[in-house]
Structure formats: C-alpha cells, structure tokens
C-alpha cells in the first residue's frame, strides 16, 4: 500500500541472500531481514543481519561485525576477533555494497548524531572522524555510502524519508531515556522536508521487557521520562522490568510518526540467541549483529 509521498508501509521479511564468497567461508549465503518494497520504490536498502554465516570463532561465533571497545581504526590490530573486517565483507556483498565505502560509528550510548551529505572524499574523512570520536546516530541525505550500526540487546532503528534521506540508530537504554530517536527524527524530517507522517520506521530484534530487568533508579529514570506504562513485571521475576520498544514508540508518536509506519519485527535477542547476538544471555562476551543501510546513485 502507497500513500501519497510515494513510500509504502515498512514491512520487514527474512530472507537468504547469497554473497559469492562460498570458497572462503564454506557457506555462500546469509540470514537476513529486509524491507523490498521500499527498495524497489526508492532505492534504500535497509538490511538488519543475523548472527550466522560468518567467520568468528566462539564467543564470537559467527558474523561478528563489531567487538564493543574496539574502534574501527585505532585498535584494530588489538581486537579479540579477527574476522571482522570479512564479516563485514561479506554482509555487503550479499547485497551489492563491498565496493561503498563504510561508516561505522564508534557507539558510546549517548546522543550524537553523525550528518553526511555528500559522499566527496573530504566529506567522507570528516565523517570517519567524527565517527571514530562517537555517536548513535547517522543521518545520510546522500548516496554511495554506506552505514552500519551494531548491535547485541541494544534496539537498531532505521528512519527513511521519501526523498530517500535516511537515519539508522543504536538504542540501549540511555539512549532510550536520552530520546534520541525522537531527536533523529526530527532531524530527519527538518532536513528531507517532509511530514512526520510520511517517515518509514524500521525497528530489528533486541531485548524485550520480559528479560530487561532494571534497578530502581533506572526505573525511576524511565518513569520520569516516559510515564509507568514503560514499566512491567516479569512472569518469575520480583524486578522492575523496562519496556523500551514501548518507550520508543512512545517517543516515535509524540513526534508525529504514523503507527502505521512503524515496522517492529517483535524478536527477543535473548530469547532468540540461535538467530541473533545478545549480550545478556551469553553473559556480556559475544558479538554484534548489525543494521546495514545505504543507497545507490
């Protein structure tokens, strides 16, 4: 279904998508979730990966794309696991991006958001460095680039105006409180001009109420901030429990967003760890998955 701004409704669906890297991997495909009709209507490919078919070894096993603590240029030779940079290689060849330069940013739970708007090489060492310094958030109003943002329990979001401007979003739980997706979104629709109600948002797997248990202070914190609706008790469980997909969208409506274009895919990393990363079930020593997005010229 199509409104008038030309986007239809998000709609993410898993599927296998080959890479052509069989010989050195073993596998030539990988798992992942995408959204079709959108890129067919405006060319911006939104893809949120799954933890099989890579090259990590255990804890890391086996499409780690990031090591939490270690930047992509600083300490690279220092990183526990040395198969990133495949991993990464072969996620964007399944989908036609290993010739794109990449921005991945250093995540450090605040809310900094990264703008790129054109892909020239000054523009691009600028964004690398402000990459490398921090941040949560990237807006890109251009092509040609690509953006990853990793993730284990941590919520990735993916924002996409109709002009094809896009935002993709690592949320923890300060995130969460800090609003910055709110704050992405308005940014978003300031800069592509357009309505609240014509922004697409995509939302991966990550840690849902049920095994999200905080202390009291943070409870407090997200009451505060959002309302005790956000709070929730657990079926076995004495603790205060957090609901951020409930806090984000929270959020997402004061802004303007549609509910109707908010595409959750409802997965609990930590209930799901076959299928994707998570930081709380295999006891803080594991990988990333990632939110990859980029479009082409």
């Known amino acids: 279904m199509n409104t008038a701004a030309g986007l239809p409704l998000p709609k993410l669906s898993r599927g296998r998508f080959a890479h052509g890297l069989g010989n050195l991997v073993g596998q030539d495909y990988i798992d992942a979730w995408t959204d079709e009709a959108l890129f067919n209507a405006c060319g911006v490919r939104i893809v949120f990966s799954e933890r099989n078919g890579g090259l990590s ?4 096993s086996s499409l780690n794309l990031k090591v939490p603590g270690y930047s992509d240029t600083s300490q690279e030779a ?3 696991d040395p198969h990133i940079a495949m991993n990464r290689r072969i996620l964007a060849s399944a989908f036609g991006a290993q010739d794109l330069p990449l921005i991945s940013p250093h995540q450090v739970h605040e809310d900094t958001i ?7 090489e000054e523009s691009l060492m600028q964004a690398r460095q402000d990459a490398e310094a921090g941040a949560d958030a990237v807006l890109f109003s251009c092509s040609d680039v690509a ?6 329990d941590c919520v990735p979001l993916v924002f996409v105006a109709p002009n094809a401007s896009f935002v993709a979003i690592h949320c ?3 995130g969460v409180a800090l609003h910055l997706a709110r704050k992405a979104f308005l940014q978003l629709m300031q ?5 609240a109600g014509d922004i697409n948002i995509s939302i991966c797997a990550y840690s849902h109420h049920e095994c999200f248990e905080v202390s009291a202070e943070t409870a407090q914190r997200f009451e505060e901030e959002f309302d005790a609706s956000v709070l929730r008790r657990a079926d076995g469980h004495s603790g205060i429990h957090v609901d951020l997909g409930a806090a984000l969208r929270m959020d997402l409506l004061a802004a303007g967003a549609l509910d109707a274009r908010i595409a959750d895919m409802d997965i609990c990393t930590v209930c ?3 299928h994707f990363f998570s930081y709380r079930a295999e006891d803080k020593l594991t990988g990333r998955q990632g939110a990859l997005v980029f479009r082409r010229s």
Do not use: H, K
């Open 191 to 195: 800069q592509s001009t357009c309505e």
């Open 57 to 60: 070894e255990p804890p890391y």
């Open 272 to 274: 799901s760890t076959e």
């Open 114 to 120: 990264l703008f790129l708007n054109d892909a020239s």
């Open 78 to 80: 220092l990183c526990p």
């Open 147 to 152: 953006a990853l943002i990793c993730v284990a």
């Open 172 to 174: 923890g739980w300060r």
